[in-house]
C-alpha cells in the first residue's frame, strides 16, 4: 500500500451493540475497496477481521482489528470493535485510535444499550459520529421505525443521508437525499433509477436535515427559523461542516451480507468524515506537567501512543500505534515516556487483519505496528528525545468479575501465572492476583464469558489445562473477653530438659496485629526470653480457635512466669507462650469476622430498587443514594464480600448492562452467627473434621 498524507488517511472504530453487524460492514467494505478477493462471512469462519481462533469458534468479534483500505484516493483505516461488553476493552482502543465513529444499528432490533454507549464513548473522545442501519434485506427490518428512534434518542443531530423506498416491507432502492438520486442493486452492481415517490415522507426527512444543518451555526439557525429555504449548497456545506465538528450526525442504510449500501457509506465517509489532519491534533503533557499541544504534522518530532499489543507465545510481541505527529520509520530514535527508555525501532508495518505489510514508515495520522517492543505495553507513548511528552493513554473499564483459577495438573501453577501474565499484556482488562492467604490464583475481568476466553487461551495458546473456581473469602477471627491463662512447658528426657512458665493476659483491642506486651515484676520471666514469647504468639495467631484464619484485635501481656536456670531456653518460652494461646483463646469469647466491602453500584433511576432489594439479599446496608454522569444513580452500600462474587453478573441482567459498580474492601466486622457456623463447619470439612 502507498503512503498517505494525513489529510487523505480517515481512522474509522466501528462500534455498536454486539450482533449489529459490524464486522459484517466492515468485510462488505474490505471486499468492494479490493483489499479481499472474497466476501468474508462470520459463519464459514473466513473474515480478514475475525481472524483470532476464539472468534473463529465463537462467531464474534472478541479483540479489536485493524485493516486498512483505499476508496476515493483516501485511505482508510478501519477498526473493528467487539460489541459484547465482556470485550469492551476492545472498544477502548479502537476509540482511542480513531477520529471518528462508524455505529452500526441493526434495522431489526433498533438501538439496544451497546448503541448508547458507543454514542457516549464516541462523544466523551470528541469523535464524529455516523450511523449505519444494516440487514435491511431482512423483511422484518423497520429502516424509518428505527430511524425516528434515533432522533428520539440523539436529538436533531440525527440526520438522513441514504435512506430506503421499502416495497413489501424490503428495501427496493436508496435514496441519497444529498444528490437526491436513487440506486438499485443488482448481481452486486449499483445502478441509477428512476426516483421513486416517497409521498409526504419525503416532506419529513427533508425537514430533519434541514434541522440538523440549522444546528451547525447561527445564521443558518436565524435562517431555518425565519422559514427560508436552505440551497443545495447550503445543505451540503452544512453537513459537512457539522459532522466534521460533530454537530450532525449522518445516517446510512443498506445489509451488509449483501454489500448493499456499503459503497454509498464509503462514498459517505470519504466525502464527510474528517481527515487525519483535521481531528489528528491532541493535548500532551511535557515533562513539567503542562498541556502542550501536538499538531498533526509529518514533519514535526515523533509521538505516537501505542493503543493495542498483541502477545503471542510463537509470534512474539507487536504494538500496534496511532502516530499523532512526525514519522515512524526503522530507526528512528524514541523514548518509551513511562519507562524512560530508548526503545529501537527494527521495523514497521501496516496490519491487515493477521497479515502484515512492511513499510517504509508511518507518517502522522496514521496507524500501524511494531514488532519486539519488550518494554512496551498499551497506553504508553512513544516520542522523540528533544520533544518529550505523554499523550492520553487508553481508559480502560476496571475488572469487576473474579474468579480463582486452578491448573488440572499439579505442578503447573508456575505456567498458569506466565501464560495469564502474557494474556493480560494484551488485554489490560484483566487483573491478576495470587493470594497468599487463600493459597488462590485469581483472575478478575469483566464478565463470565471474558474469564472463558481466557481459560481456552491458557489451553489453545499455551497448552495447559486449567478451571474456575469460586474464590475463597479471607476470614479473621478475634476475642470479646479478657482471659488470664498460664502456659506451661516442661520436658526431662535425659541431660538438659526444657522448662518455660509463663502467664499471659489476653484482651480484645483495636489492632490489626497482636499487641505484645509486659509487666513482669521481679525477674519471675527474664527480659531475654521476652523476644522468644513474642514470637511464640506471633506465630499462634496465624491460627485461630474458630476455623483456623488468622487472629487480630488481640493485646497479649505477659505479667508473671517462671524459669528454670538450666533448663530454660528461648524454645520453651516460645512453647509455653503457644500453649498459654491455645489454653486462652476458646475461653475469651472468639468470634469469626467476615470481610465487608464498600459497594458504588451506577444504575439507571428505574433499576434503583432492583439493585437495594438485591443489596439487602446479599445482607448488605444501603447507606445513600446520589445523583451520577449520564443521569445515573450511585447506590453506596456496605456488603459482606463472600455475598459478591457474582453481583457483576446480577447488575449487567438487571441494567442490561447500563450499570456498573466498584467494590473494594473497607473493613472487618462479627460475622452472623448461621454464617460463622456454616464457615467454621466448611473449613473443619475440608481438613476431614
Same mark, same amino acid.
Given at each position: 500500500?502507498?503512503?498517505?498524507?494525513?489529510?487523505?488517511?480517515?481512522?474509522?472504530?466501528?462500534?455498536?451493540?454486539?450482533? /449489529?453487524?459490524?464486522?459484517?460492514?466492515?468485510?462488505?467494505?474490505?471486499?468492494?475497496?479490493?483489499?479481499?478477493?472474497?466476501?468474508?462471512?462470520?459463519?464459514?469462519?473466513? $473474515?480478514?477481521?475475525?481472524?483470532?481462533?476464539?472468534?473463529?469458534?465463537?462467531?464474534? +468479534?472478541?479483540?479489536?482489528?485493524?485493516?486498512?483500505?483505499?476508496?476515493?484516493?483516501?485511505?482508510?483505516?478501519?477498526?473493528?470493535?467487539?460489541?459484547?461488553?465482556?470485550?469492551?476493552? @476492545?472498544?477502548?482502543?479502537?476509540?482511542?485510535?480513531?477520529?471518528?465513529?462508524?455505529?452500526?444499528?441493526?434495522?431489526?432490533?433498533?438501538?439496544?444499550?451497546? $448503541?448508547?454507549?458507543?454514542?457516549?464513548?464516541?462523544?466523551?473522545?470528541?469523535?464524529?459520529?455516523?450511523?449505519?442501519?444494516?440487514?435491511?434485506?431482512?423483511?422484518?427490518?423497520?429502516?424509518?421505525?428505527?430511524?425516528?428512534?434515533?432522533?428520539?434518542?440523539?436529538?436533531? +443531530?440525527?440526520?438522513?443521508?441514504?435512506?430506503?423506498?421499502?416495497?413489501?416491507?424490503?428495501?427496493?432502492?436508496?435514496?441519497?437525499?444529498?444528490?437526491?438520486?436513487?440506486?438499485?442493486?443488482?448481481?452486486? &452492481?449499483?445502478?441509477?433509477?428512476?426516483?421513486?415517490?416517497?409521498?409526504?415522507?419525503? !416532506?419529513?426527512?427533508?425537514?430533519?436535515?434541514?434541522? %440538523?444543518?440549522?444546528?451547525?451555526?447561527?445564521?443558518?439557525?436565524?435562517?431555518?427559523?425565519?422559514?427560508?429555504?436552505?440551497?443545495?449548497?447550503?445543505?451540503?456545506?452544512?453537513?459537512?461542516?457539522?459532522?466534521?465538528?460533530?454537530?450532525? /450526525?449522518?445516517?446510512?442504510?443498506?445489509?451488509?451480507?449483501?454489500?448493499?449500501?456499503?459503497?454509498?457509506?464509503?462514498?459517505?465517509?470519504?466525502?464527510?468524515?474528517?481527515?487525519?489532519?483535521?481531528?489528528?491534533?491532541?493535548?500532551?503533557?511535557?515533562?513539567?506537567?503542562?498541556?502542550?499541544?501536538?499538531?498533526?504534522?509529518?514533519?514535526?518530532?515523533?509521538?505516537?501512543?501505542?493503543?493495542?499489543?498483541?502477545?503471542?507465545?510463537?509470534?512474539?510481541?507487536?504494538?500496534?500505534?496511532?502516530?499523532?505527529?512526525? &514519522?515512524?520509520?526503522?530507526?528512528?530514535?524514541?523514548?518509551?515516556?513511562?519507562?524512560?527508555?530508548?526503545?529501537?525501532?527494527?521495523?514497521?508495518?501496516?496490519?491487515?487483519?493477521?497479515?502484515?505489510?512492511?513499510?517504509?514508515?508511518?507518517?502522522?495520522?496514521?496507524?500501524?505496528?511494531?514488532?519486539?517492543?519488550?518494554?512496551?505495553?498499551?497506553?504508553? $507513548?512513544?516520542?522523540?528525545?528533544?520533544?518529550?511528552?505523554?499523550?492520553?493513554?487508553?481508559?480502560?473499564?476496571?475488572?469487576?468479575?473474579?474468579?480463582?483459577?486452578?491448573?488440572?495438573?499439579? !505442578?503447573?501453577?508456575?505456567?498458569?501465572?506466565?501464560?495469564?501474565?502474557?494474556?493480560?499484556?494484551?488485554?489490560?482488562?484483566?487483573?491478576?492476583?495470587?493470594?497468599?492467604?487463600?493459597?488462590?490464583?485469581?483472575?478478575?475481568?469483566?464478565?463470565?464469558?471474558?474469564?472463558?476466553?481466557?481459560?481456552?487461551?491458557?489451553?489453545?495458546?499455551?497448552?495447559?489445562?486449567?478451571?474456575?473456581?469460586?474464590?475463597?473469602?479471607?476470614?479473621?477471627?478475634?476475642?470479646?473477653?479478657?482471659?488470664?491463662?498460664?502456659?506451661?512447658?516442661?520436658?526431662?528426657?535425659?541431660?538438659?530438659?526444657?522448662?518455660?512458665?509463663?502467664?499471659?493476659?489476653?484482651?480484645?483491642?483495636?489492632?490489626?496485629?497482636?499487641?505484645?506486651?509486659?509487666?513482669?515484676?521481679?525477674?519471675?520471666?527474664?527480659?531475654?526470653?521476652?523476644? %522468644?514469647?513474642? &514470637?511464640?504468639?506471633?506465630?499462634?495467631?496465624?491460627? @485461630?480457635?474458630?476455623?483456623?484464619?488468622?487472629?487480630?484485635?488481640?493485646?497479649?501481656?505477659?505479667?508473671?512466669? +517462671?524459669?528454670?536456670?538450666?533448663? /530454660? +531456653?528461648?524454645?520453651?518460652?516460645?512453647?509455653?507462650?503457644?500453649?498459654?494461646?491455645?489454653?486462652?483463646?476458646?475461653?475469651?469469647?472468639?468470634?469469626?469476622?467476615?470481610?465487608?466491602?464498600?459497594?458504588?453500584?451506577?444504575?439507571?433511576?428505574?433499576?434503583?430498587?432492583?439493585?437495594?432489594?438485591?443489596?439487602?439479599?446479599?445482607?448488605?446496608?444501603?447507606?445513600?443514594? /446520589?445523583?451520577?454522569?449520564?443521569?445515573?444513580?450511585?447506590?453506596?452500600?456496605?456488603?459482606?464480600?463472600?455475598?459478591?462474587?457474582?453481583?457483576?453478573?446480577?447488575?449487567?441482567?438487571?441494567?442490561?448492562?447500563?450499570?456498573?459498580?466498584?467494590?473494594?474492601?473497607?473493613?472487618?466486622?462479627?460475622?452472623?452467627?448461621?454464617?460463622?457456623?456454616?464457615?467454621?463447619? %466448611?473449613?473443619?470439612?475440608?481438613?476431614?473434621?
Amino acid at each position: 500500500m502507498k503512503q498517505y498524507e494525513a489529510k487523505k488517511i480517515k481512522n474509522i472504530a466501528l462500534v455498536g451493540h454486539g450482533g /449489529s453487524g459490524k464486522t459484517s460492514v466492515a468485510e462488505s467494505m474490505i471486499y468492494l475497496a479490493g483489499s479481499s478477493d472474497r466476501l468474508g462471512k462470520i459463519n464459514e469462519g473466513n $473474515t480478514v477481521l475475525d481472524f483470532d481462533p476464539e472468534e473463529v469458534k465463537r462467531k464474534v +468479534s472478541v479483540v479489536t482489528a485493524v485493516a486498512p483500505i483505499e476508496w476515493k484516493n483516501y485511505k482508510i483505516n478501519l477498526i473493528d470493535t467487539p460489541g459484547l461488553f465482556d470485550f469492551e476493552g @476492545g472498544v477502548c482502543e479502537g476509540i482511542r485510535a480513531a477520529d471518528t465513529a462508524l455505529i452500526v444499528v441493526s434495522g431489526k432490533n433498533g438501538i439496544n444499550v451497546g $448503541t448508547d454507549k458507543a454514542v457516549k464513548a464516541a462523544t466523551k473522545s470528541g469523535l464524529s459520529r455516523f450511523f449505519f442501519v444494516n440487514g435491511l434485506c431482512d423483511e422484518s427490518a423497520r429502516f424509518y421505525r428505527v430511524f425516528e428512534t434515533l432522533k428520539a434518542s440523539f436529538g436533531p +443531530s440525527v440526520c438522513p443521508i441514504v435512506v430506503p423506498f421499502i416495497v413489501d416491507g424490503k428495501a427496493d432502492c436508496y435514496i441519497n437525499m444529498l444528490e437526491y438520486k436513487a440506486y438499485k442493486y443488482e448481481d452486486n &452492481k449499483m445502478t441509477e433509477t428512476t426516483m421513486p415517490d416517497l409521498g409526504d415522507r419525503l !416532506g419529513g426527512l427533508r425537514t430533519a436535515i434541514y434541522e %440538523a444543518v440549522a444546528e451547525t451555526d447561527e445564521q443558518m439557525f436565524e435562517k431555518y427559523f425565519s422559514g427560508e429555504e436552505f440551497t443545495p449548497e447550503e445543505v451540503i456545506v452544512g453537513v459537512s461542516k457539522g459532522v466534521k465538528e460533530g454537530t450532525i /450526525s449522518p445516517v446510512f442504510c443498506g445489509d451488509a451480507h449483501n454489500t448493499y449500501g456499503i459503497d454509498q457509506l464509503l462514498n459517505g465517509l470519504a466525502w464527510l468524515a474528517p481527515n487525519a489532519d483535521e481531528k489528528g491534533d491532541e493535548i500532551a503533557t511535557d515533562v513539567d506537567g503542562e498541556p502542550v499541544e501536538i499538531t498533526c504534522n509529518e514533519n514535526g518530532a515523533a509521538a505516537a501512543v501505542v493503543f493495542k499489543t498483541v502477545a503471542d507465545p510463537f509470534v512474539g510481541k507487536l504494538s500496534y500505534f496511532k502516530v499523532v505527529s512526525g &514519522k515512524i520509520a526503522p530507526e528512528t530514535p524514541l523514548i518509551n515516556m513511562r519507562t524512560g527508555n530508548a526503545e529501537r525501532i527494527g521495523k514497521v508495518m501496516i496490519i491487515k487483519g493477521k497479515k502484515q505489510e512492511e513499510m517504509s514508515y508511518i507518517g502522522a495520522g496514521d496507524i500501524g505496528a511494531v514488532p519486539k517492543l519488550t518494554g512496551t505495553i498499551t497506553g504508553d $507513548t512513544l516520542c522523540a528525545p528533544t520533544r518529550k511528552v505523554v499523550l492520553d493513554g487508553v481508559r480502560y473499564p476496571t475488572p469487576s468479575f473474579t474468579m480463582a483459577i486452578v491448573p488440572r495438573a499439579k !505442578g503447573d501453577e508456575d505456567k498458569v501465572a506466565q501464560a495469564l501474565l502474557k494474556i493480560a499484556e494484551e488485554d489490560p482488562t484483566i487483573k491478576l492476583e495470587n493470594n497468599v492467604e487463600t493459597h488462590q490464583m485469581l483472575v478478575s475481568g469483566l464478565g463470565e464469558q471474558h474469564l472463558d476466553v481466557i481459560v481456552s487461551k491458557v489451553k489453545n495458546k499455551f497448552g495447559i489445562d486449567v478451571v474456575l473456581e469460586k474464590p475463597k473469602v479471607a476470614y479473621r477471627e478475634t476475642i470479646r473477653k479478657s482471659v488470664k491463662v498460664q502456659g506451661r512447658h516442661k520436658k526431662q528426657s535425659g541431660g538438659h530438659g526444657q522448662f518455660g512458665d509463663v502467664w499471659i493476659e489476653f484482651e480484645p483491642c483495636d489492632s490489626e496485629a497482636l499487641e505484645f506486651a509486659q509487666r513482669v515484676v521481679g525477674g519471675s520471666v527474664p527480659k531475654g526470653f521476652f523476644p %522468644a514469647v513474642e &514470637k511464640g504468639l506471633r506465630e499462634s495467631i496465624k491460627k @485461630g480457635p474458630l476455623a483456623g484464619y488468622p487472629v487480630v484485635g488481640i493485646k497479649a501481656t505477659l505479667y508473671d512466669g +517462671s524459669y528454670h536456670p538450666v533448663d /530454660s +531456653s528461648e524454645m520453651s518460652f516460645k512453647m509455653a507462650a503457644a500453649m498459654a494461646y491455645k489454653n486462652g483463646m476458646p475461653t475469651a469469647e472468639p468470634t469469626l469476622l467476615e470481610p465487608i466491602g464498600m459497594l458504588m453500584a451506577a444504575v439507571p433511576d428505574n433499576n434503583m430498587g432492583d439493585v437495594m432489594g438485591e443489596v439487602n439479599k446479599r445482607r448488605g446496608r444501603v447507606l445513600g443514594m /446520589s445523583p451520577g454522569e449520564d443521569g445515573m444513580q450511585v447506590v453506596e452500600a456496605e456488603v459482606p464480600m463472600a455475598e459478591m462474587h457474582d453481583f457483576s453478573t446480577f447488575i449487567r441482567q438487571v441494567t442490561q448492562g447500563r450499570g456498573f459498580f466498584t467494590f473494594s474492601f473497607a473493613r472487618y466486622e462479627d460475622a452472623p452467627a448461621q454464617v460463622a457456623q456454616k464457615v467454621i463447619e %466448611a473449613k473443619k470439612s475440608e481438613f476431614g473434621g
